[in-house]
């Protein structure tokens, strides 16, 4: 028997902003960091908490979550759609627009025409 498709959609997603300005102040947040309490410490465990704690908080902070509205044309709907497909169709969109607004200017000047 056939697993039924889902039609549920996801709504919204979760993402974070890597952008070039957030990696350039992410790190120099790590380089202005003291990393002494990592570096004295005895005990691995603690070592790596104490650079956890430090590293995640920074990341958090110049990386946060942002949820953002699904737009199929724009976001993967499975995990396995390659990236080029969604670039075709995001070309695809800007042909379309552009046909439309062509379309549109050719029966407002036949229409203009027609009138006088």
Known sequence: MP???S???PISISKR??????VANFKNALSGLGWNNVLTSNDVDEAFEA??????????LHFPIIKMKFNRNHHKIN????????????KNLIVVKKTCQLEML?????????ET
Do not use: Q, R, V
């Open 3 to 5: 697993l039924a498709k």
């Open 7 to 9: 039609k549920h959609k």
């Open 17 to 22: 902003n890597f952008s070039t300005e957030n």
């Open 51 to 60: 650079f956890w704690n430090d590293f995640s908080t920074i990341y958090d």
């Open 79 to 90: 995990d396995y759609m390659p990236a080029g497909l969604l670039n075709s169709i995001k």
């Open 106 to 114: 050719n029966h407002y000047l036949l229409k203009k025409i027609t």
